[in-house]
Structure formats: C-alpha cells, structure tokens
Nanobody, 123 residues
Framework: QVQLVESGGGLVQAGTSLRLSCRTSGGTFSTYAMGWFRQAPGKEREFVAAISRSGRSTYSADSVKGRSTISKVNTRNTVYLQMNSLKPEDTAVYYC????????????????WGQGTQVTVSS
C-alpha cells in the first residue's frame, strides 16, 4: 500500500515563501514521477508542478512559473514544492501524487494521492 503524506502548509502572508513536503512509503519511490496539484474552494483540482522519476525533468503551471521549484530526493522518498512570492490566489489545499507510468500534468493519470495540506495566503 503506497501512502503519501504532505506537510508544510499553513497560514502565511502574501510575498513570503513556503516549502511543502510529501513523503511516500510502501512503494519504490524512485520509480514514480511525482506531481503537485491544488484545489481551491469551489474550483477544480489544478496542476501545479511535476517532476520525472529521476528528477531531471520538471514542469510547472503558468500560474506558478518562476515562483515555484519542485524537487525530488529519492533517498528520502520525498518530493518538495518550494513556493516563493506567494499570492492570495495561491490559497488552496495542496496535494501530492505519484504516477507509475511517467510524468504528467493531468490529475486523472496519477495512481496515488495524499490527503492534502492547506495553504492560506493572506493579503
């Protein structure tokens, strides 16, 4: 049973930074591409960033491009999302997900999901 546990969310002021972590267990982390998604109240879940199995290739949504960095440490079974210059519109529940078949931006192709961590950005 693969489990993903996010951490690092919280209430922060606009313009500050936050690093989210997602630790996996129960599977072979190095064989998964990983993604971060977010969902704001009343909105659909949207892609934020993704990283390949090796960590060499990364992708990010236009809404966070230049403000976020996704990284993957296979020896720690952990994927990180560093977000800088946070805006109130970044407020959402952030989810990490694992994909056995390869890196993707569509949420429906991911195999495993965490429970999410709330990020609230105040203006």
């Amino acid at each position: 049973q693969v489990q993903l546990v996010e951490s690092g969310g919280g209430l922060v002021q606009a313009g500050t930074s936050l690093r989210l972590s997602c630790r996996t267990s129960g599977g072979t982390f190095s064989t998964y591409a990983m993604g971060w998604f977010r969902q704001a109240p009343g909105k659909e879940r949207e892609f934020v960033a993704a990283i390949s199995r090796s960590g060499r290739s990364t992708y990010s949504a236009d809404s966070v491009k230049g403000r976020s960095t996704i990284s993957k440490v296979n020896t720690r079974n952990t994927v990180y999302l560093q977000m800088n210059s946070l805006k109130p519109e970044d407020t959402a529940v952030y989810y990490c997900a694992a994909d056995r078949s390869g890196v993707a931006t569509a949420p429906n192709v991911y195999d495993y999901w965490g429970q999410g961590t709330q990020v609230t950005v105040s203006s």
